[in-house]
Nanobody, 128 residues
Framework: QGQLVESGGALVRPGDSLRLSCAAFGFTLEDYAVGWFRQVPGKVREGLSCISATVGSTYYADSVKGRFAISRDNAKNMVYLQMTSLTVNDTARYSC?????????????????????WGQGTQVTVTS
């Protein structure tokens, strides 16, 4: 089966920007809805954003709306999460996931249970 690999995490300062990448091996990301999530130890995993498989419709959680942007580069078989205006509250491990069974025709799921295959994540740390 395939694999998802996240990259781009780093230690940054408040106000900085980062672009996270989700690369797929053995999957064609264009065929699936893709979600970005984050989690800190002892806390519930938080859905941040997702993009649909067909029309490319997107969803953003209130916590990141206006600061984060999800996009696809189908030629590179990648999905990105552009993050700006980072704060210490954005510190977490960020993971991407795909909806393998196509739960939605024109949308994407907001929650972890809407996805079936996950990457291991990349760490983002925001410190002053």
């Amino acid at each position: 089966q395939g694999q998802l690999v996240e990259s781009g995490g780093a230690l940054v300062r408040p106000g900085d920007s980062l672009r996270l990448s989700c690369a797929a091996f053995g999957f064609t990301l264009e065929d699936y809805a893709v979600g970005w999530f984050r989690q800190v130890p002892g806390k519930v995993r938080e859905g941040l954003s997702c993009i649909s498989a067909t029309v490319g419709s997107t969803y953003y959680a209130d916590s990141v709306k206006g600061r984060f942007a999800i996009s696809r580069d189908n030629a590179k078989n990648m999905v990105y999460l552009q993050m700006t205006s980072l704060t210490v509250n954005d510190t977490a491990r960020y993971s991407c996931a795909i909806d393998l069974i196509s739960r939605y025709e024109n949308g994407c799921g907001k929650y972890s249970e809407n996805y079936d295959h996950w990457g291991q994540g990349t760490q983002v740390t925001v410190t002053s």
